[in-house]
């Protein structure tokens, strides 16, 4: 199982859909988290509302601040604008993925933006799907 972490600066709009998608598509086959470097005070409403119409609600998400903790939790991070802010764990696997922020775009943007997001993250539950070790019955 991998553990995957989406940083971003408010962790109110990328991460947030990043780490709701990643949780649908991995289906408990890996974790994720998300965190931002200057935590907003909640998700932009734009985001949420794009989210629940593909039936996710990150409504009551409550952005969190990247700690070490965090970091260190993490087998994979994708950072996503966050640039120096971001903080570099030696050992810990690195993607960035270049993504507009959604803050105060249109909803026509913020889809765009989620779906994105969602065949990203598609790609990354493939690609960690084919390196778990295949348990062996005996």
Same mark, same amino acid.
């Given at each position: ?37 200057? /935590?907003?005070?909640? &998700?932009?409403? %734009?985001?949420?509302?794009?989210? $629940?119409? @593909?039936?996710?609600? #990150? ?46 775009? /249109?909803?026509?943007? &913020?889809?765009? %933006?989620?779906?994105?997001?969602? $065949?990203? @993250?598609?790609?990354? #539950? ?13």
């Amino acid at each position: 199982m991998s553990k995957v972490l989406f940083v971003c600066k408010q962790n109110a709009g990328r991460s947030q859909m990043s780490d709701a998608l990643f949780a649908r598509a991995a289906n408990g086959r890996h974790q994720s988290r998300s965190a931002g470097t200057r /935590p907003a005070e909640h &998700v932009h409403p %734009v985001v949420a509302e794009a989210m $629940r119409e @593909v039936g996710l609600d #990150v409504s009551g998400n409550r952005p969190q601040q990247l700690t070490d903790d965090l970091g260190q939790w993490a087998d994979v991070v994708i950072t996503m604008g966050c640039g120096d802010e971001c903080p570099y764990i030696p050992g810990k696997r690195y993607i960035d993925w270049e993504l507009n922020d959604p803050a105060e775009k /249109p909803l026509a943007e &913020v889809r765009a %933006v989620r779906d994105d997001i969602a $065949r990203r @993250v598609e790609a990354l #539950v493939v690609e960690l799907d084919a390196r778990r070790p295949v348990s062996s019955s005996t």
